[in-house]
């Protein structure tokens, strides 16, 4: 694949926080990016963007369209504070709001994939009863979606219910559908010890774009780090990976993950992940 024909994105929350969106957009440009992937997390201003009134979501598609950077996905992380699989049904109703209007704000704007993060809770203790009521949830969130033509992904976790394509595709056989895919988290499904590669081969029709991050190793006495981990200082075989992308022919979207909006200045530091990101993928043949 030629360089220029890499879609690559980054990750809002890489982006300077207080930033507005004409600056988010011109520094993704310019840092070579061709996309941002929107964060829709668990703080309460984030969250307000799902109810963006009809002006506010005009404006930012102008905003979109005038910068030439495309904000084509969506990461709808707030579900960790408001799960599908919540104990609360009152959670739960709020959950399945959230998860309408997400589909609804992804329509007005653009948005073709939203990333679903892969818990049925987070702050609360998993139990068969919570894993049905997620599924249950989702059940209902890809009827919206499939009316919509909006792609919901699920990414693979740093929790064990969904770490994996695997575990993704046993959920699948319970939600089968055209609109249903997952989104591989290449630091997530190196730092559980999967085989990368094998795991990539597997899920290779239902993947809808792939999370680029470094992360360390589960360990018998180690939890893992699954993110904030330098580029090169995990244990994530880059160029290995890339070039099992290369023998798949995956032609999709990267996204670098990064958590650097709230620092001085963070422009430097995405721009040399982008560049170490690139130089990987041309050692794993992935670009010329």
Same mark, same amino acid.
């Given at each position: 694949? *030629?360089?220029a024909?890499l *879609?690559?994105?980054?990750?809002e929350?890489?982006?300077?926080i207080?930033a507005?969106?004409p600056?988010k957009?011109?520094?993704?440009e310019?840092l070579?990016?061709?996309?941002? %992937?929107?964060s829709?997390d668990?703080?309460d201003?984030?969250?307000?963007r799902l $109810?963006w ?7 930012f598609?102008?905003?979109? %369209?005038?910068s030439?950077?495309?904000v084509s996905?969506m990461?709808?992380?707030g ?8 104990h609360?049904?009152a959670?739960?109703?709020r #959950?399945?709001v959230?998860m309408?209007?997400?589909?609804e704000?992804a /329509?007005?704007t653009?948005?073709r994939t939203?990333?679903?993060a892969?818990?049925d809770v ?9 894993? %049905?009521?997620?599924v249950?949830?989702?059940r $209902?969130?890809?009827?919206l979606?499939a009316r919509e033509? &909006? ?8 929790t064990r219910?969904?770490?994996s394509i695997t575990?993704f595709?046993?959920?699948k056989?319970?939600? $089968?559908?055209l609109?249903?895919g &997952? ?9 559980w010890g999967?085989d /990368?590669?094998?795991e990539?081969?597997?899920g290779?029709?239902?993947? #809808?774009a792939?999370?680029?991050k ?14 904030? &981990?330098?580029?090169g200082e995990?244990? /994530?075989d880059?160029?290995?990976i890339f070039n099992?992308?290369y023998?798949l022919?995956y032609t ?10 709230n620092?001085?200045?963070p422009e430097? *530091?995405?721009?040399?992940a982008?560049d170490w &990101?690139? %130089?990987r993928m041309r $050692? ?5």
């Amino acid at each position: 694949m *030629k360089l220029a024909d890499l *879609k690559l994105g980054i990750y809002e929350r890489a982006l300077p926080i207080s930033a507005a969106w004409p600056q988010k957009l011109e520094m993704a440009e310019r840092l070579g990016f061709q996309f941002i %992937e929107l964060s829709i997390d668990e703080s309460d201003e984030r969250l307000g963007r799902l $109810e963006w009134s009809a002006r506010e979501r005009c404006n930012f598609r102008r905003q979109m %369209e005038d910068s030439g950077i495309a904000v084509s996905s969506m990461c709808l992380s707030g579900h960790r504070r408001f799960p599908l699989g919540s104990h609360d049904g009152a959670v739960r109703e709020r #959950a399945r709001v959230m998860m309408k209007q997400a589909i609804e704000l992804a /329509v007005d704007t653009g948005i073709r994939t939203i990333l679903l993060a892969g818990y049925d809770v987070y702050y609360e203790e998993s139990t068969e009863q919570t894993r %049905e009521w997620f599924v249950e949830g989702l059940r $209902e969130a890809l009827r919206l979606a499939a009316r919509e033509n &909006v792609m919901l992904a699920v990414e693979t976790m740093d929790t064990r219910l969904l770490s994996s394509i695997t575990r993704f595709l046993n959920l699948k056989r319970c939600l $089968e559908g055209l609109w249903f895919g &997952v989104y591989p988290d290449l630091g997530n499904l190196s730092a559980w010890g999967y085989d /990368v590669e094998q795991e990539l081969e597997l899920g290779r029709e239902y993947i #809808a774009a792939i999370h680029v991050k470094d992360a360390l190793r589960v360990t018998d006495n180690f939890p893992g780090k699954f993110r904030d &981990v330098p580029f090169g200082e995990g244990c /994530v075989d880059f160029p290995r990976i890339f070039n099992a992308l290369y023998r798949l022919d995956y032609t999709g979207p990267f996204l670098i993950e990064m958590w650097c909006g709230n620092e001085v200045n963070p422009e430097q *530091k995405i721009a040399a992940a982008r560049d170490w &990101v690139i %130089e990987r993928m041309r $050692e794993g043949g992935y670009v010329d």
